[in-house]
């Protein structure tokens, strides 16, 4: 239930019921008044003690507790500015209570020659370029063969040592986890687990994390920034683009290098250079036409809008298509269902 912080939210409650009521907000502040419902089972003898003229109580009574969403919607809008935001991200949220975690880099031998591969793969898919090959049999502690790459989103060549093979849907994620934070977000309704355990990565459609649809290639800062949900990746149905865009106001002034992780990235000269408020609203540069997980990137983008929801920033304005996760697929009947069903057990909760 709604409860008002204070008798300043109690009187801006009364004030959308009618403005003349908001004068009335300290008496019944003082008489214990703090929830609509309350207001809606307050007694006739106690609103005439504090000074409510008897043709307004029936009204008040009458509409309080059917208003009481406004309280929320007051809240949500002093956060958001524009409440759509929110409503917009939650069917792509349902399917996917962040798998996006980020996970521990490989340091051993082999699973660097599989980061590697995947890098090389990448590079391929979207830049139609070629790695240097790995040298047989390579050590652990050897360097990895270092070559001149673009970032996806900055545009600059960069050492390859600083541009991330990064994953969408993180080499940790798998249905079974997926399916464990979905039920513990439904308060732990075990009987749903067995559907969650069937369904979980089926939505997102993402049963090899290490298909190049699901990587993009990056730059240090910008890996550090979409696994904090500080930066997403949306998808134009209009243009056939994909837009970076910068979620919070403080990231927008910090330049890159003070999200680099090595020390060649935070020492880098061009990364210096450079804030995120560059390439906010800039397209992602796939040269070869390839594209990423449009789905995976909307859950993420829907998962990342909720968890910034009280530092969004205000000019940022989001539609339903900006987080679609069906358009991808064939059997779109079967996936709508599945999405029904989930925001039914979540209203439901």
């Not at 989103?153 to 994953?167: F, G, M, T």
């Not at 090595?262 to 070869?288: E, G, I, R």
Request: glycine share 4%.
């Amino acid at each position: 239930m709604a409860r008002f912080g204070n008798v300043a939210e109690l009187a801006t409650f009364l004030g959308k019921l009618d403005a003349d009521y908001a004068e009335y907000a300290p008496a019944l502040w003082q008489k214990g008044i703090k929830t609509p419902r309350q207001l809606a089972n307050f007694s006739e003898p106690h609103y005439l003690a504090c000074d409510v003229p008897e043709g307004h109580i029936d009204d008040i009574k009458a509409r309080a507790d059917t208003t009481g969403s406004l309280l929320e919607d007051d809240r949500l809008n002093r956060v958001l500015a524009n409440t759509d935001k929110m409503v917009a991200a939650l069917p792509a949220l349902m399917v996917a209570s962040d798998p996006f975690q980020s996970v521990s880099s490989l340091s051993n031998a082999e699973g660097r020659t599989t980061a590697y591969d995947f890098k090389s793969r990448l590079l391929l898919y979207y830049f139609n370029q070629h790695c240097p090959r790995l040298p047989p049999g390579l050590a652990q502690g050897q360097p990895l063969p270092s070559f001149r790459m673009q970032c996806m989103i900055s545009k600059l060549w960069l050492d390859s040592k600083i541009v991330e093979a990064a994953h969408i849907v993180p080499k940790a994620t798998n249905s079974s986890r997926v399916s464990f934070v979905l039920t513990w977000k439904l308060k732990q309704r075990d009987v749903y687990r067995s559907l969650y355990l069937q369904w979980g990565n089926c939505v997102l459609g993402i049963d090899n994390v290490w298909d190049e649809r699901n990587g993009l290639l990056w730059a240090e800062p910008f890996e550090k920034a979409y696994h904090a949900h500080e930066i997403a990746v949306m998808y134009q149905s209009s243009s056939g683009t994909f837009k970076i865009r910068v979620l919070i106001d403080k990231l927008m002034s910090k330049r890159l290098s003070d999200y680099g992780k090595s020390q060649d990235a935070k020492n880098h000269v061009d990364l210096k250079q450079h804030t995120f408020a560059d390439y906010d609203d800039t397209d992602l540069l796939m040269p070869s036409g390839n594209m990423p997980f449009r789905r995976a990137l909307a859950a993420h983008a829907a998962y990342s809008a909720i968890t910034q929801r009280h530092k969004l920033r205000s000019s940022l304005s989001f539609t339903k298509a900006d987080f679609d996760i069906l358009s991808e697929y064939q059997d779109k009947g079967t996936t709508q269902a599945w999405v029904a069903l989930q925001t039914q057990l979540v209203l439901s909760a």
